[in-house]
């Protein structure tokens, strides 16, 4: 269902796809003994007969919980760039502003000062790009700062709120030493906070894009209204958790958002680029800047599938193009068009893309230390990529779990004297032992199952069970998930040993 990852320089050793039948009987069913892990299994599973496997859930797993690929601390104005006494926390300082200002709008609705300290802020296009990719803004390469501040949805574009906050945050702004321009304005000539970057002269001013925090906000569109991308910007960690449980999106889901929105991006830097489109956008069109800025776009467009040969070239071209507009017309439809078009034809292979990156994004930002996140191994004449580790708390009482029932099994795989990591990975259709040239050991499991030994997932099946009228505490399905990984791992070591029976 997902791959991704570079080549690596990995044996394997591995055996049939699948010779443990028995695991079913010789953990979970030795394990259900006690009365409430079997109710909790019977919860978790639509048979017996199903029991381990992901196909048998009856409650679909979900994905429950953003990571951030990119972390707080690198969104600062300097004070190189624009003056002041130090460098300026762009998300505390909004955070502040945005603070502020829910308090002053909680005299007319009290129910705002639930929001306090809880808003989602998250810097996205160039900016956030520029985290993501360098590890800290360029301020050559960002032009303006986007951020969206997702609000309850008392708080509308017609509240005032959006003016009320400019206001704070030039306050703030002042209190760190920092100046706004006065009457600067945007390109549509609409009143905006904007700075001069004393190094390159460049104009930078605040974009306030707010958002409504309605039902169904997540799957929005993302360019136009805000919806979620799990790469796309920086979000708090943990405030976008339950707007994605309540939105119920699966992987697939996913990745349908994803290639709409590229599918968009794309759309519309071929009207800016070759000017398709001459309807009302076309009064939008700046001449010249929005040839330069499509270097940003494919770059981003190439960003999203992984294509990262593509994506430092455009960004030589970006720094460095001083062509005609004829020429640069020419190099962008023969060298970069062609290349990112989402052909019907080839429209499995964009999918594919897409799933590659968003998996091993999600991976790395679960475990960013992890060195083994995104190596390759070949697997069964099939590229297998590492994604991230099993939760500890799943994967430590598993483990003891097979070690208490298992001893025979793991003295016949050699060296396994000590819990082995246990990893998730793509286009991985069974789980796997393998024995990498360093020496570690490896326990894989289909990267399906990284969204159902969670404890979001945990979470919801007790709610589910409430739903329906049925007590299952929590600590049961955790171990009821415990004993079904232990099953896995079971399985993942009898394919070590079938080729040498």
């Known amino acids: 269902m997902r791959r991704a990852g570079k080549s690596a320089e990995i044996n394997t050793e591995n055996g049939a796809e699948e010779n443990a039948s028995d695991h079913k009987e010789v953990l979970v069913s030795a394990l259900a003994r006690?009365?409430?892990?079997?109710?909790?299994?019977?919860?978790?599973?639509?048979?017996?007969?199903?029991?381990?496997?992901?196909?048998?859930?009856?409650?679909?797993?979900?994905?429950?919980?953003?990571?951030?690929?990119?972390?707080?601390?690198?969104?600062?104005?300097?004070?190189?760039?624009?003056?002041?006494?130090?460098?300026?926390?762009?998300?505390s300082l909004l955070r502040s502003a945005v603070d502020q200002t829910l308090r002053a709008y909680a005299y007319s609705f009290p129910q705002l000062l639930d929001w306090v300290g809880k808003t989602p802020i998250s810097p996205h296009g160039s900016m956030a790009l520029s985290v993501a990719r360098w590890g800290h803004v360029?301020?050559?390469?960002?032009?303006?700062?986007?951020?969206?501040?997702?609000?309850?949805?008392?708080?509308?574009?017609?509240?005032?709120?959006?003016?009320?906050?400019?206001?704070?945050?030039t306050s703030e702004l002042i209190k760190h030493g920092l100046y706004s321009m006065p009457l600067g304005k945007d390109e549509q000539g609409r009143p905006q906070i904007q700075f001069r970057d004393a190094k390159s002269n460049a104009i930078h001013g605040f974009h306030l894009f707010l958002v409504g925090m309605k039902p169904g906000f997540v799957r929005a569109h993302l360019h136009r209204d805000g919806g979620y991308s799990p790469h796309?910007?920086?979000?708090?960690?943990?405030?976008?958790?339950?707007?994605?449980e309540r939105a119920h999106m699966q992987w697939a889901d996913v990745i349908r958002r994803q290639t709409e929105d590229y599918m968009d991006m794309f759309n519309q830097l071929s009207f800016n680029i070759f000017g398709e489109d001459a309807g009302r956008a076309g009064r939008f069109k700046t001449p010249g800047w929005y040839l330069r800025k499509a270097f940003k776009w494919y770059?981003?467009?190439?960003?999203?599938?992984?294509?990262?040969?593509?994506?430092?070239?455009?960004?030589?071209?970006?720094?460095?193009?001083?062509?005609s507009e004829e020429e640069f017309?020419?190099?962008?439809?023969?060298?970069?068009?062609?290349?990112?078009?989402?052909?019907?034809?080839r429209m499995l292979d964009l999918h594919r893309d897409l799933a590659?990156?968003?998996?091993?994004?999600?991976?790395?930002?679960?475990?960013?230390?992890?060195?083994?996140?995104?190596?390759?191994?070949?697997?069964?004449?099939?590229?297998?990529?590492?994604?991230?580790?099993?939760?500890?708390?799943?994967?430590?009482?598993?483990?003891?779990?097979?070690?208490?029932?298992?001893?025979?099994?793991?003295r016949k795989v050699a060296g396994v004297q000590k819990p082995p990591r246990i990893c998730f990975a793509d286009h991985l259709h069974a789980p796997a032992f393998a024995l990498l040239d360093s020496g570690a050991k490896l326990i894989l499991i289909p990267s399906d199952w990284s969204l159902v030994f969670t404890d979001s997932f945990a979470r919801r099946v007790v709610r589910n069970a409430k739903d329906e009228g049925r007590s299952v505490a929590q600590k049961n399905i955790e171990q009821a998930l415990a004993a079904?990984?232990?099953?896995?791992?079971?399985?993942?070591?009898s394919t070590a040993t079938a080729r040498d029976k």
Request: some cysteine; charged content about 25%; aromatic content about 12%.
């Open 34 to 91: 006690s009365g409430r892990l079997r109710a909790a299994m019977r919860f978790l599973f639509r048979s017996e007969e199903e029991i381990a496997s992901f196909q048998g859930l009856r409650i679909e797993p979900v994905l429950a919980s953003h990571r951030n690929p990119v972390p707080e601390d690198p969104f600062l104005l300097g004070r190189e760039r624009f003056g002041g006494a130090e460098d300026v926390p762009v998300i």
């Open 329 to 345: 017309a020419y190099l962008a439809r023969y060298r970069y068009y062609a290349r990112l078009e989402p052909n019907p034809l």
């Open 232 to 244: 796309y910007a920086y979000f708090p960690e943990g405030s976008m958790d339950d707007h994605l």
């Open 299 to 323: 770059a981003t467009l190439a960003r999203m599938r992984g294509l990262s040969a593509l994506e430092e070239d455009l960004l030589y071209q970006f720094d460095h193009f001083q062509k």
């Open 138 to 169: 360029d301020w050559d390469y960002v032009r303006d700062i986007d951020i969206r501040i997702f609000l309850p949805p008392e708080l509308g574009h017609l509240s005032g709120f959006k003016t009320d906050l400019s206001k704070t945050l």
């Open 484 to 493: 079904v990984l232990a099953s896995l791992i079971y399985q993942a070591l």
């Open 356 to 410: 590659r990156v968003d998996s091993l994004l999600y991976a790395a930002a679960r475990s960013p230390k992890n060195s083994f996140v995104g190596k390759t191994l070949n697997l069964d004449s099939r590229d297998i990529t590492i994604l991230e580790p099993a939760p500890a708390n799943f994967s430590a009482p598993a483990w003891k779990l097979c070690e208490k029932k298992c001893a025979p099994l793991l």
